[in-house]
C-alpha cells in the first residue's frame, strides 16, 4: 500500500464503549502531526484512507466475549476491504479482539488465566521487525510499555501456531510468562503483514511524561507508519 499523497490521513473506528480513542488520536496529531479522523462503527470509511486504528476499551462492554459484537458493526466490512488492499491497519487492546473475532487475524483472546484484569508495564520482545508499525524497531529489541486488559489471553490450536511461526506473523511476546498466552504472544499480523494486533497500550507510553523508562522504543512504533508514509519526523 504506497502512501503517495503529503500527508497521512488515519482512521480512527469508535465503537460504543470505545474509551482510549481519544488518547490514541491525541498521540496521532499532537507528537507526530499525522491527520486523524473519528469515524463511527455505523458509518463507512472513505476510500482515501492511509491507515486505520481500532483503539482500545470496552466495545459494547465486552458483552458476550470481547470484541466479538463490534466485530459485526457495519463499519468492519470496509475495515476487511482495505485489509485486502494492504491498508495498514492496527488493532489495540479491545481493537485486536475485534480483529480476531471478524476474522482479520487467526486465533482468540481469552480470560487471563489469573481471572484477573491485568494493568502493568511490562517487556516486549519485537519478533517481526517488517510490517508498516515495526519496520523503525530492530529484531530481539525490548519494548516497555503497559496492558490493561481482562482478556488478553491469546489461543490458537497447534495448526495454526505452527504457522504463525513458519510465516513470520508472530509480531510480539511478552519477556517472561504473563497471562497464558500461546507461546507468550503478545501480538500478531496477518500473512501479509499490513494487519497488526496487539494487546499492550503503545499510546500510553509514546510520551517521556508518562513513560516511567524510556518512550522511544514505543514510539517507533508510530514512526514506523510514518516510514511505511515516507515522511520521517
Not at 11 to 32: A, E
Not at 70 to 98: E, R, T, W, Y
Not at 145 to 164: S, V
Request: charged share 20%; hydrophobic share 40%.
Amino acid at each position: 500500500h504506497e502512501i503517495t499523497r503529503e500527508y497521512v490521513k488515519v482512521g480512527i473506528v469508535v465503537f460504543p464503549g470505545s474509551n482510549c480513542d481519544r488518547d490514541i488520536f491525541h498521540v496521532l496529531t499532537d507528537v507526530f502531526d499525522l491527520e486523524a479522523e473519528y469515524f463511527w462503527h455505523e458509518k463507512h470509511l472513505p476510500s482515501k484512507i492511509d491507515a486505520i486504528i481500532l483503539p482500545g476499551g470496552f466495545s459494547y462492554g465486552d458483552r458476550l466475549r470481547a470484541g466479538v459484537i463490534a466485530a459485526h458493526s457495519p463499519i468492519i466490512s470496509d475495515v476487511k476491504s482495505m485489509a485486502k488492499k494492504g491498508v495498514p491497519i492496527l488493532g489495540i487492546c479491545n481493537g485486536f479482539q475485534i480483529l480476531v473475532e471478524s476474522g482479520l487475524l487467526p486465533g482468540v483472546l481469552l480470560k487471563n488465566t489469573t481471572m484477573n484484569f491485568m494493568c502493568k508495564w511490562i517487556n516486549l520482545i519485537v519478533q517481526n521487525n517488517n510490517t508498516p508499525f515495526t519496520n523503525k524497531l530492530k529484531q530481539g529489541q525490548k519494548i516497555s510499555i503497559p496492558i490493561a486488559n481482562g482478556e488478553g489471553r491469546y489461543f490458537a490450536d497447534k495448526k495454526t501456531l505452527k504457522e504463525l511461526q513458519e510465516k513470520n506473523q508472530i509480531v510480539f511476546t511478552y519477556e517472561e510468562s504473563l497471562n497464558g498466552s500461546s507461546l507468550n504472544i503478545a501480538g500478531i499480523c496477518n500473512e501479509s503483514g499490513n494487519v497488526v494486533g496487539m494487546m499492550p497500550h503503545p499510546e500510553r507510553a509514546a510520551e517521556s511524561e508518562i513513560n516511567p523508562t524510556d518512550n522511544k522504543p514505543s514510539s517507533l512504533i508510530f514512526e514506523s507508519l510514518l516510514k511505511t508514509a515516507g515522511i520521517e519526523k
